[in-house]
T-cell receptor, first 108, second 115 residues
Framework: RKEVEQDPGPFNVPEGATVAFNCTYS??????FFWYRQDCRKEPKLLMS???SGNEDGRFTAQLNRASQYISLLIRDSKLSDSATYLC?????????FGAGTRLFVKA | ETGVTQSPTHLIKTRGQQVTLRCSSQ?????VSWYQQALGQGPQFIFQ???????GRGNFPPRFSGLQFPNYSSELNVNALELDDSALYLC??????????????FGEGSRLTVL
Protein backbone atom coordinates (compact mmCIF):
# COMPACT_ATOMS: atom_id res chain seq x y z
CA ARG A 1 0.00 0.00 0.00
CA LYS A 2 1.33 3.46 -0.88
CA GLU A 3 1.91 5.82 2.04
CA VAL A 4 -0.13 8.56 0.37
CA GLU A 5 -2.77 7.70 -2.21
CA GLN A 6 -4.65 9.98 -4.56
CA ASP A 7 -6.99 9.48 -7.47
CA PRO A 8 -4.76 10.33 -10.46
CA GLY A 9 -7.68 11.65 -12.52
CA PRO A 10 -7.66 13.42 -14.86
CA PHE A 11 -10.60 15.52 -13.83
CA ASN A 12 -12.02 17.44 -16.77
CA VAL A 13 -14.40 20.18 -15.62
CA PRO A 14 -15.96 23.30 -17.16
CA GLU A 15 -15.15 26.76 -15.87
CA GLY A 16 -17.24 27.60 -12.84
CA ALA A 17 -17.56 24.00 -11.67
CA THR A 18 -16.84 22.75 -8.17
CA VAL A 19 -14.37 19.88 -7.97
CA ALA A 20 -13.15 17.83 -5.01
CA PHE A 21 -9.96 15.82 -4.59
CA ASN A 22 -9.35 13.19 -1.95
CA CYS A 23 -6.24 11.72 -0.45
CA THR A 24 -5.59 8.98 2.11
CA TYR A 25 -2.45 8.35 4.12
CA SER A 26 -1.26 5.25 5.94
CA UNK A 27 0.92 6.58 8.78
CA UNK A 28 -1.29 7.49 11.71
CA UNK A 29 1.65 9.30 13.32
CA UNK A 30 1.80 11.86 10.50
CA UNK A 31 1.90 15.35 11.85
CA UNK A 32 1.41 17.93 9.14
CA PHE A 33 -0.50 17.99 5.89
CA PHE A 34 -0.44 20.12 2.77
CA TRP A 35 -1.74 20.53 -0.73
CA TYR A 36 0.81 21.57 -3.36
CA ARG A 37 0.14 22.60 -6.92
CA GLN A 38 2.46 21.65 -9.78
CA ASP A 39 2.18 23.13 -13.24
CA CYS A 40 3.49 21.18 -16.22
CA ARG A 41 7.30 20.87 -16.10
CA LYS A 42 7.51 23.24 -13.13
CA GLU A 43 8.39 22.75 -9.48
CA PRO A 44 5.66 22.15 -6.87
CA LYS A 45 4.41 25.17 -4.95
CA LEU A 46 2.44 25.28 -1.71
CA LEU A 47 -1.28 25.78 -2.24
CA MET A 48 -2.34 25.50 1.39
CA SER A 49 -1.70 23.76 4.65
CA UNK A 50 -4.43 21.48 6.01
CA UNK A 51 -5.67 21.65 9.59
CA UNK A 52 -8.00 19.41 11.55
CA SER A 53 -10.47 22.24 11.93
CA GLY A 54 -10.58 22.72 8.18
CA ASN A 55 -9.38 25.83 6.47
CA GLU A 56 -10.35 28.00 3.56
CA ASP A 57 -8.38 30.27 1.26
CA GLY A 58 -10.61 32.04 -1.22
CA ARG A 59 -12.09 29.43 -3.53
CA PHE A 60 -10.11 26.61 -1.93
CA THR A 61 -11.16 24.60 1.12
CA ALA A 62 -9.08 21.87 2.74
CA GLN A 63 -10.22 19.32 5.30
CA LEU A 64 -8.38 16.77 7.41
CA ASN A 65 -9.97 13.76 9.07
CA ARG A 66 -7.36 12.16 11.33
CA ALA A 67 -9.61 9.30 12.40
CA SER A 68 -10.10 8.20 8.79
CA GLN A 69 -6.61 9.35 7.70
CA TYR A 70 -8.19 11.31 4.91
CA ILE A 71 -7.50 14.74 3.40
CA SER A 72 -9.62 16.63 0.91
CA LEU A 73 -9.39 19.72 -1.28
CA LEU A 74 -12.43 21.49 -2.68
CA ILE A 75 -12.12 24.04 -5.47
CA ARG A 76 -15.14 26.23 -6.12
CA ASP A 77 -15.83 28.30 -9.23
CA SER A 78 -12.99 26.67 -11.19
CA LYS A 79 -10.88 28.91 -13.41
CA LEU A 80 -8.87 27.99 -16.49
CA SER A 81 -5.77 28.88 -14.46
CA ASP A 82 -6.57 26.15 -11.94
CA SER A 83 -5.50 23.54 -14.51
CA ALA A 84 -2.56 21.78 -12.88
CA THR A 85 -1.60 18.71 -10.89
CA TYR A 86 -2.56 18.82 -7.22
CA LEU A 87 -0.25 16.95 -4.86
CA CYS A 88 -1.29 15.73 -1.42
CA UNK A 89 1.65 15.93 1.00
CA UNK A 90 2.08 14.34 4.41
CA UNK A 91 4.93 15.05 6.80
CA UNK A 92 5.79 12.50 9.49
CA UNK A 93 8.50 14.44 11.24
CA UNK A 94 11.62 13.60 9.29
CA UNK A 95 10.09 12.38 6.08
CA UNK A 96 7.84 14.18 3.61
CA UNK A 97 5.68 12.00 1.40
CA PHE A 98 3.97 13.20 -1.75
CA GLY A 99 1.05 11.52 -3.41
CA ALA A 100 1.27 10.83 -7.13
CA GLY A 101 -0.95 13.85 -7.82
CA THR A 102 -4.37 14.47 -9.30
CA ARG A 103 -4.51 16.16 -12.68
CA LEU A 104 -7.14 18.82 -13.23
CA PHE A 105 -8.13 20.28 -16.59
CA VAL A 106 -10.54 23.19 -16.55
CA LYS A 107 -12.05 23.96 -19.95
CA ALA A 108 -13.85 27.02 -21.25
CA GLU B 1 11.13 33.04 -7.17
CA THR B 2 11.82 30.83 -4.16
CA GLY B 3 15.48 31.67 -3.79
CA VAL B 4 16.38 27.99 -4.17
CA THR B 5 18.72 27.38 -7.07
CA GLN B 6 19.79 24.07 -8.57
CA SER B 7 22.49 23.15 -11.02
CA PRO B 8 22.84 21.87 -13.60
CA THR B 9 19.36 22.26 -15.06
CA HIS B 10 19.78 19.45 -17.56
CA LEU B 11 22.37 16.72 -17.98
CA ILE B 12 22.87 13.47 -19.83
CA LYS B 13 24.89 10.57 -18.46
CA THR B 14 25.43 6.95 -19.41
CA ARG B 15 24.79 3.86 -17.32
CA GLY B 16 27.42 3.26 -14.68
CA GLN B 17 28.55 6.86 -14.46
CA GLN B 18 28.31 9.06 -11.40
CA VAL B 19 26.53 12.40 -11.09
CA THR B 20 26.56 15.29 -8.60
CA LEU B 21 23.66 17.71 -8.38
CA ARG B 22 23.86 20.95 -6.41
CA CYS B 23 21.38 23.06 -4.51
CA SER B 24 21.60 26.45 -2.81
CA SER B 25 18.92 26.86 -0.19
CA GLN B 26 16.88 29.95 0.50
CA UNK B 27 18.54 32.41 2.84
CA UNK B 28 17.83 31.53 6.47
CA UNK B 29 16.74 27.96 5.74
CA UNK B 30 18.69 25.22 7.52
CA UNK B 31 16.97 22.14 6.13
CA VAL B 32 17.32 20.73 2.64
CA SER B 33 15.47 17.76 1.22
CA TRP B 34 15.86 16.00 -2.11
CA TYR B 35 13.21 14.36 -4.26
CA GLN B 36 13.15 12.24 -7.42
CA GLN B 37 10.22 12.82 -9.75
CA ALA B 38 9.72 10.44 -12.64
CA LEU B 39 7.44 11.46 -15.48
CA GLY B 40 3.79 11.32 -14.44
CA GLN B 41 4.62 10.58 -10.79
CA GLY B 42 4.73 12.59 -7.61
CA PRO B 43 8.06 13.55 -6.06
CA GLN B 44 9.66 10.67 -4.13
CA PHE B 45 11.52 11.59 -0.94
CA ILE B 46 15.21 10.68 -1.12
CA PHE B 47 16.62 12.22 2.06
CA GLN B 48 16.73 15.30 4.22
CA UNK B 49 19.64 17.22 5.77
CA UNK B 50 19.48 19.43 8.81
CA UNK B 51 22.57 21.33 9.94
CA UNK B 52 24.89 19.11 7.88
CA UNK B 53 23.45 15.81 9.15
CA UNK B 54 21.12 13.44 7.34
CA UNK B 55 18.05 13.16 9.57
CA GLY B 56 15.56 11.40 7.31
CA ARG B 57 15.76 9.00 4.39
CA GLY B 58 13.32 7.44 1.95
CA ASN B 59 13.52 4.07 0.21
CA PHE B 60 16.54 4.75 -1.96
CA PRO B 61 19.67 2.57 -2.14
CA PRO B 62 23.01 3.67 -0.67
CA ARG B 63 24.30 4.72 -4.08
CA PHE B 64 22.18 7.83 -3.49
CA SER B 65 24.15 9.95 -1.06
CA GLY B 66 24.33 13.57 -0.08
CA LEU B 67 26.05 16.34 1.78
CA GLN B 68 25.04 19.58 3.38
CA PHE B 69 27.60 22.32 3.85
CA PRO B 70 27.95 24.91 6.63
CA ASN B 71 26.15 27.49 4.45
CA TYR B 72 23.27 24.94 4.17
CA SER B 73 23.77 24.35 0.46
CA SER B 74 23.63 20.70 -0.50
CA GLU B 75 24.74 18.08 -2.98
CA LEU B 76 23.08 14.90 -4.17
CA ASN B 77 25.42 12.22 -5.50
CA VAL B 78 24.28 9.18 -7.43
CA ASN B 79 26.76 6.43 -8.22
CA ALA B 80 26.51 3.60 -10.74
CA LEU B 81 23.71 5.27 -12.66
CA GLU B 82 20.88 3.11 -13.96
CA LEU B 83 18.38 3.84 -16.71
CA ASP B 84 15.61 4.16 -14.11
CA ASP B 85 17.48 7.04 -12.48
CA SER B 86 16.32 9.24 -15.35
CA ALA B 87 14.07 11.79 -13.66
CA LEU B 88 13.67 15.34 -12.44
CA TYR B 89 15.59 15.83 -9.20
CA LEU B 90 14.11 18.47 -6.97
CA CYS B 91 15.71 20.18 -4.03
CA UNK B 92 13.60 21.94 -1.39
CA UNK B 93 14.64 24.11 1.51
CA UNK B 94 12.75 24.96 4.66
CA UNK B 95 13.28 26.52 8.05
CA UNK B 96 12.51 25.14 11.48
CA UNK B 97 14.20 22.52 13.59
CA UNK B 98 14.61 19.79 11.02
CA UNK B 99 11.46 17.89 11.92
CA UNK B 100 8.08 19.20 10.86
CA UNK B 101 9.53 21.67 8.50
CA UNK B 102 6.35 23.24 7.24
CA UNK B 103 6.36 24.76 3.80
CA UNK B 104 8.89 23.48 1.31
CA UNK B 105 10.42 25.90 -1.17
CA PHE B 106 11.51 24.10 -4.30
CA GLY B 107 14.14 24.83 -6.87
CA GLU B 108 13.34 24.33 -10.55
CA GLY B 109 15.04 20.97 -10.58
CA SER B 110 17.79 19.14 -12.43
CA ARG B 111 16.58 16.94 -15.24
CA LEU B 112 18.80 13.86 -15.55
CA THR B 113 18.73 11.53 -18.53
CA VAL B 114 20.61 8.25 -18.30
CA LEU B 115 21.35 6.53 -21.61
Amino acid sequence: RKEVEQDPGPFNVPEGATVAFNCTYSNSASQSFFWYRQDCRKEPKLLMSVYSSGNEDGRFTAQLNRASQYISLLIRDSKLSDSATYLCVVNGGFKTIFGAGTRLFVKA
Amino acid sequence: ETGVTQSPTHLIKTRGQQVTLRCSSQSGHNTVSWYQQALGQGPQFIFQYYREEENGRGNFPPRFSGLQFPNYSSELNVNALELDDSALYLCASSGGTGGNTGELFFGEGSRLTVL
